[in-house]
């Protein structure tokens, strides 16, 4: 599977955004996805996922009640709506795909990733 990331860009703080993660080469069912993100001189961190079959979601309690994953079977693409979005989100966002049907924020979990898209928050 291949995984393209986009939306990504330059706003202010509270601002929205709203990435994308479209797969090919094969759908997102019985499966689950997931957002990531890094900055420099850091590790990649968990900010989602959701299982595709009944959407049940995980968030990370940095980003609970400002960004939501969702999905759009007939188009075979995830998103992360990111709202009232601060400086401190700003990092490169990747989207993510697993083998089986889970919402762990253990990155080796996840096997197949997409290229990233960056997002810049000013203060």
């Known amino acids: 599977v291949q995984l393209q990331a986009s939306g990504g860009g330059l706003v202010q703080a509270g601002d929205s955004l709203r990435l994308s993660c479209t797969a090919s080469g094969r759908t997102f069912s019985r499966t689950s996805v997931a957002w990531f993100r890094q900055t420099p001189g850091k590790e990649r961190s968990f900010v989602a996922a959701?299982?595709?079959?009944?959407?049940?979601?995980n968030y990370a309690d940095s980003v609970r009640g400002r960004f939501t994953i969702s999905r759009d079977v007939a188009g075979n693409t995830a998103y992360l709506q990111m709202d009232n979005l601060k400086p401190e989100d700003t990092a490169i966002y990747y989207c993510?795909?697993?083998?089986?049907?889970?919402?762990?924020?253990?990155?080796?979990?996840?096997?197949?990733w997409g290229q990233g898209t960056q997002v810049t928050v000013s203060s």
């Open positions: 993510a795909t697993s083998a089986t049907s889970t919402t762990t924020p253990n990155t080796n979990s996840w096997t197949s």
């Open positions: 959701m299982r595709w079959r009944n959407e049940i979601a």
